[in-house]
Nanobody
Framework: QVQLVESGGGLVQAGGSLRLSCVASGHPFSRYTMGWFRQAPGKEREFVAAIGWSGGSTYFADSVKGRFTISRDNAKNTVYLQMNSLKPEDTAVYYC??????????????????WGQGTQVTVSS
């Protein structure tokens, strides 16, 4: 089992920045590709970004390319999502996910073996 706890969400004005963190416990963190997903009100959960076990490979949804970055610190069992130039349409609950035996380019809900509880991000216009 892997437990994931997100933090860093909040309210920010359009054009602002936030950094989300996700701390993992349980199985060795470095074995997992890690991802971020989000779910806006009334919409299905969607892929945002993923990072390979070493941090050398990343993959982003088109909607966040150039604005969001993903990184990880395996010594701290933590994955980060740096969100810049935020837009009102980025408003959603953001979920951390741990993949198991899935590639970085995997972007469906089924890619994740474990999920965090989510953290709310609200971007005001």
């Amino acid at each position: 089992q892997v437990q994931l706890v997100e933090s860093g969400g909040g309210l920010v004005q359009a054009g602002g920045s936030l950094r989300l963190s996700c701390v993992a416990s349980g199985h060795p963190f470095s074995r997992y590709t890690m991802g971020w997903f989000r779910q806006a009100p009334g919409k299905e959960r969607e892929f945002v970004a993923a990072i390979g076990w070493s941090g050398g490979s990343t993959y982003f949804a088109d909607s966040v390319k150039g604005r969001f970055t993903i990184s990880r610190d395996n010594a701290k069992n933590t994955v980060y999502l740096q969100m810049n130039s935020l837009k009102p349409e980025d408003t959603a609950v953001y979920y951390c996910a741990a993949y198991f035996l899935q590639p970085v380019g995997c972007s469906g809900d089924g890619c994740a073996a474990y999920w965090g509880q989510g953290t709310q991000v609200t971007v005001s216009s």
